[in-house]
């Protein structure tokens, strides 16, 4: 586990107010195109072609024009922009909930403002840090960036949508770290979620989850960091200050996986007593098949500028969507699994690595009638997942995949599973299961 040191920040919006963002969004993916082809990473001389030469995945920057309507009405809509240090009143009337959250700098946005051109081109200011996160589903987006881009890049729609009194943008009023799973599968996916957070959900550690084609990223609060480290390093996970990473020390393998599946069904109980509480169903979209995929060595450049471009055509974004980069050399993307579609965004087979007959099938949680800072939740779904498995005698044969928005939880399940999986999560708990 790699622990990231960078202030994340988290953004989530209805999808019908994608239209406000857009410009920061595609502007985010120019700028991560450009590290790699200025000198941040690698790249081949099909990279070179394709962002000189392929009108296919011109810079997203080029779409921009389609979308000067939208910044003249952001200009019109915008009030006079000015700095200000905000007060604890301005806090207790809630006049100023989205300004005195993560994005505000309070009397130092000057000075920022202009650290932030440095910064925008020299990401070691902030460490190795090239992770971000950009998902779409039919009701929601959420973005997860350095908290330093969210203010540069959603300042002014965020003041807009605030002056619009829009009740449904969430900008998390805490920035947060992201911790970077890799594993050599010895346990399956579902266990091994399991065996991360519920030592996390167990302490009251909110988090989000986000499962990518390389790995699985925790993200956590920021002012947590300690507490978590503390919480890792007495269950059995170790700290190398060489590598700023933790490696499991869990020798026994199953055994305690047993054990912590058993422990786990507080957590679960807790879970689903909340779903039944605020009439939380999880839902199947038995249409919609996907592909949790990710772009191949050499093409990281043209992948990023392809998914600029499916985001600025109004006709290219499909219902579920996503792009999320790990590292210098991984980013994964879940696609629609039709070929067709798929060839129509850029993304022809060739283009992407893993099987596409491995389709996978969504499940969505709404959470929107929950607290933000909810806690317990991925793992009392893993640990309800994992018990009704072995309750049919499945044993759990394949991966479950989990993706955390703001406002809801979305499983990726194998589509030949997909009905199995729903009931599971639609039946009653049965506390003795584990124990057969």
Known sequence: MYLNPTPLAILSFPRDKYWLFASGVLELLHHESNRVTSGYASHTEEDTESLNGDDDIASPLANLASLENLNSSLDRLSLHHHHHQPSSAEGEDGTTE????????SSKQDDDANLYKVALNDEDFYGENYFFHIAFTPIECTIICSANRIDQLFRQPLEICSQLKYDNINLLSSDFLIIQVDSDSSLDNSTRILHLTKPLAENNIPLFFISTHFNDNVVIPFDLRDKVVDILSKNKFQFSDVSNSYFSTNETGNAVATEEIISAEILEKHTFDLFRQFEIVPRIDSNTKLLLTGARAGEINSTILKFGRILS????????????????????????????????????????????????????IDF?????????????????????LRHENLDCPFEIN??????????????????????????????DQVLD
């Open 402 to 431: 989990f993706l955390s928005m703001a406002q809801s939880g979305i499983l990726m399940i194998p589509q030949e599973y997909g009905v199995v999986i729903l009931r599971i999560l639609q039946s009653p708990i049965q506390t």
């Open 98 to 105: 989205l300004k005195t959250s993560v994005i505000d700098n």
């Open 368 to 388: 929107s009638k929950l607290p933000l800072d909810s806690t317990g939740i991925v793992s009392g779904v893993a640990s309800k997942l994992i018990n009704g």
């Open 313 to 364: 055509s109004k006709d290219l974004v499909p219902k579920y969507i996503a792009i999320t980069r790990t590292s210098i050399n991984e980013v994964s993307l879940i696609l629609p699994k039709s070929s067709k579609l798929r060839s129509k965004m850029g993304f022809k087979s060739k283009n992407i690595i893993g099987s596409t007959q491995d389709v996978i099938m969504p499940i969505a």
